[in-house]
């Protein structure tokens, strides 16, 4: 069973919003940092944003001032607030613990932005 589930991705127009949920069991807090992971066809997974359990954020330079990161602990719920996108945003999201755990991860939500 997966350990997070994504949602929220869809198609969307270049300069479009678009706000992704990460569902994720209540172990997920015993970690130091949670962050959004996307990968591109033919492209590496890589790190978008985390969150630290102090609430400190940090971005990937090719989505900062766009990417906001933010959690509902009640909830155990991770979202990515995407504003201003682009072509080169389209990528399938996924949310894991950072470092990434391979037990955790989920089948992501894609997000294709395309005019």
């Known amino acids: 069973q997966a350990q997070f589930v994504e949602s929220g991705g869809d198609l969307v127009q270049p300069g479009g919003s678009l706000k992704l949920s990460c569902l994720g069991s209540?172990?997920?807090?015993?970690?130091?940092?949670v962050g959004w992971f996307r990968q591109a066809p033919g492209k590496q997974r890589e790190l978008v944003a985390n969150?630290?359990?102090?609430?400190?954020?940090d971005y990937a330079d090719s989505v900062k001032g766009r990417f906001t990161i933010s959690r509902d602990s009640a909830s155990n719920t991770l979202y990515l607030q995407m504003n201003n996108v682009s072509p080169e945003d389209t990528a399938i999201y996924y949310c894991n613990s950072d470092p990434p755990l391979a037990r955790l991860w989920g089948q992501g939500t894609q997000v294709t932005v395309s005019s």
């Open positions: 969150i630290l359990d102090t609430g400190t954020t």
């Open positions: 209540s172990f997920v807090l015993r970690f130091r940092s």
